[in-house]
């Protein structure tokens, strides 16, 4: 199962990752569709929370919905000073909420997770469902650019102290499905290496902007990531705005 071993050293292999300067994004690009402080907001694929805490931060009220147990526990442990956030273990094509959030978030390609039109559909029919008119969704994706020139087939290995990692990557260009598993390595505990194999797909403009639409939002912007700019050909990563 992904996201199960994996979930107990992700932070520490994710510190790379500038967190807070992403979430200084996604706060800024939600002020500018009408959501503020106070209002509730749902995470789509939150993890370990990080990002979910960064928002309650920020003054929002924060539900964070993941499909693995293990991510969500350990997003429990770490944010118990986090009032006020609830944590739900959700498919996020069957994303069910007690009452309908005032926006919905999904970064860190989480929606890259999702490798059929289907399933994309059914998320995003699921997040429309589950928002207040006059609402919004804001989510990210990595692009097939990405997956071919910054990923490609290669591997990498880092010793992080307590454990050591092997990452390999492929990517299968004519199913734009880009294939990655991770080896983890324990020392001195006598444990067996731990393996995880993810899948992902990058989607094209044309089909975001059709399946949102068919979805039920009633239009879609595309930005290139960290920007207020339309994205272009190099782009490695887009945003992706949808209202009710």
């Not at 008119?133 to 990498?156: C, H, Q």
Request: with cysteine; glycine share 6%.
């Amino acid at each position: 199962m992904i996201y199960s071993a994996f979930a107990k050293v992700y932070d520490r292999m994710m510190s790379n990752i500038p967190y807070v300067e992403w979430t200084d994004y996604l706060i800024t690009m939600l002020a500018l569709n009408n959501v503020q402080p106070g209002e509730k907001v749902v995470e789509l694929g939150c993890g370990t929370g990080t990002v979910t805490e960064l928002l309650t931060e920020a003054g929002l009220q924060m539900t964070g919905v993941d499909i693995s147990g293990d991510m969500l526990e350990m997003a429990r442990q770490k944010n118990t000073e986090a009032g006020g956030i609830k944590y739900l273990q959700q498919d996020m094509r069957q994303l069910k909420l007690e009452e309908k959030a005032d926006a919905a978030v999904s970064i860190c390609d989480s929606m890259n997770y999702l490798l059929k039109k289907s399933d994309m559909l059914s998320a995003l029919k699921a997040v429309r469902s589950n928002l207040k008119e006059d609402s919004v969704f804001i989510f990210d994706l990595k692009t097939d650019r990405f997956f071919r020139k910054r990923l490609g087939d290669r591997s990498f290995r880092e010793d992080m102290g307590d454990f050591s990692y092997i990452w390999k990557n492929h990517y299968f260009r004519d199913k734009h499905i880009h294939k990655y598993g991770i080896k983890i390595f324990y020392k001195d505990s006598g444990k067996q290496p731990d393996v995880e194999i993810h899948y992902q797909r990058a989607y094209d403009i044309e089909e975001i902007s059709g399946l949102v639409l068919e979805a039920g939002f009633v239009d879609v912007t595309f930005y290139e990531a960290f920007t207020y700019s339309a994205p272009t050909s190099r782009s490695d990563r887009y945003y992706i705005v949808c209202h009710t």
